[in-house]
């Protein structure tokens, strides 16, 4: 069992730069990949990021290819996504998940676990 608690949203300006954060407790936290998903309003929930255990590969959703980036530190069972040069349409409840794949880290049915998401806005 994985417990996720994802932090560091907030309300930013465009063009600004955000850091979340996601504390997992629990054990083998190394071997998850974990990704990053985000649901605006009256959307579906969608892919941004991901970190594969077996080899820290990172895979990214087109729009924010250049802008964010997924980091993990497994002494501190943390995963990042640093976030930089922010849109608007980046607005979302982003949410840190936790998977037992080791590749196929796309698809949100793939994660077993879940955080509870954290609250991005940005303004224009």
């Known amino acids: 069992q994985v417990q996720l608690v994802e932090s560091g949203g907030g309300l930013v300006q465009a063009g600004g730069s955000l850091r979340l954060s996601c504390a997992a407790s629990?054990?083998?936290?190394?071997?998850?990949?974990m990704g990053w998903f985000r649901q605006a309003p009256g959307k579906e929930r969608e892919f941004v990021a991901a970190?594969?255990?077996?080899?820290?590969?990172?895979y990214y959703v087109d729009s924010v290819k250049g802008r964010f980036t997924i980091s993990r530190d497994n002494a501190k069972n943390t995963v990042y996504l640093q976030m930089n040069s922010l849109k608007p349409e980046d607005t979302a409840v982003y949410y840190c998940a936790a998977s037992w794949h080791e590749t196929d880290v796309i698809e949100d049915s793939n994660y077993a676990y879940w955080g509870q998401g954290t609250q991005v806005t940005v303004s224009s």
């Open positions: 970190i594969a255990w077996i080899n820290s590969m990172t």
């Open positions: 629990g054990r083998s936290f190394s071997h998850y990949s």
